[in-house]
């Protein structure tokens, strides 16, 4: 199991490991949504990243200087995806899922389902099969078997994109760890 819930600094537990926006939920529930400061402190970023994708419109508009589930799911997706894909990339790949990100009527899967399949089926690549995008495309074909597609061609895209967003974020892990590893080289 990995020691961070996706897109986040905050520890991993048994809980999050089947759902890893219910640490985040209750804070919402409480507060009405996080502070911009807060945010900060959950995902690891600078407060000018975030602020800079909302001015770019990559994340939809915090309401009344709170940040809510809409906003914190896309930002956790952006920031599990960039160790791996350039931003422009993955707001392409975002707006070829949900389109326009304050348009909920274009979306073929809310961004919190979406999340949460991306998790569940990073958790399940096996050790070995970090780069076998066929066996990536199987564990993504198997977990979507129950979408329900609201418009025809939508379980397609859906299929191709979640495919992609697995392999970058395993292509970031084995980046990490070869970094990790020529720092112990002290060169």
Same mark, same amino acid.
């Given at each position: 199991?990995?020691? !961070?819930?996706?897109? /986040?600094? =905050?520890?991993m537990t048994e809980n999050a490991a089947q759902d890893?926006?219910?640490? %985040? ?5 409480? /507060?009405?949504?996080?502070? $911009?400061?807060?945010?900060t402190e959950v995902t690891g970023l600078q407060g ?11 994340? *939809? ?7 809510? *589930?809409?906003? @914190?799911?896309?930002?956790? $997706?952006?920031?599990?995806l960039r160790g791996a894909m350039q931003l422009d *990339? ?6 070829? %899922? ?10 073929? %899967?809310?961004?919190?389902? =979406?999340?949460?399949? $991306? ?9 070995? !099969?970090?780069?076998?995008? !066929?066996?990536?495309?199987? =564990? ?8 329900? *597609? ?7 895209? $859906?299929?191709?994109?979640? #495919?992609?967003?697995? @392999? ?8 990490? /760890?070869? #970094?990790? !590893?020529?720092?112990?080289?002290? =060169?």
């Amino acid at each position: 199991m990995n020691d !961070e819930i996706p897109g /986040t600094v =905050l520890r991993m537990t048994e809980n999050a490991a089947q759902d890893p926006f219910c640490v %985040i939920e209750p804070l919402i529930g409480i /507060t009405g949504g996080l502070t $911009l400061s807060q945010v900060t402190e959950v995902t690891g970023l600078q407060g000018s990243t975030i602020q800079n994708w909302v001015k770019r419109g990559w994340v *939809e508009s915090p309401g009344g200087k709170r940040y809510g *589930e809409q906003q @914190l799911v896309r930002i956790f $997706l952006i920031n599990m995806l960039r160790g791996a894909m350039q931003l422009d *990339e993955i707001v392409a790949l975002m707006a070829y %899922i949900n389109g326009r990100v304050d348009d909920r009527s274009d979306d073929i %899967i809310p961004d919190r389902r =979406l999340y949460s399949f $991306l998790c569940e089926i990073n958790a399940e690549v096996p050790q070995g !099969e970090y780069g076998n995008a !066929e066996k990536i495309r199987e =564990l993504v074909c198997r977990k979507l078997s129950d979408y329900a *597609e609201p418009v025809e061609g939508a379980r397609k895209k $859906l299929e191709a994109s979640l #495919t992609v967003m697995v @392999l970058a974020c395993q292509a970031a892990k084995i980046k990490n /760890t070869a #970094t990790a !590893e020529f720092k112990k080289l002290n =060169l």
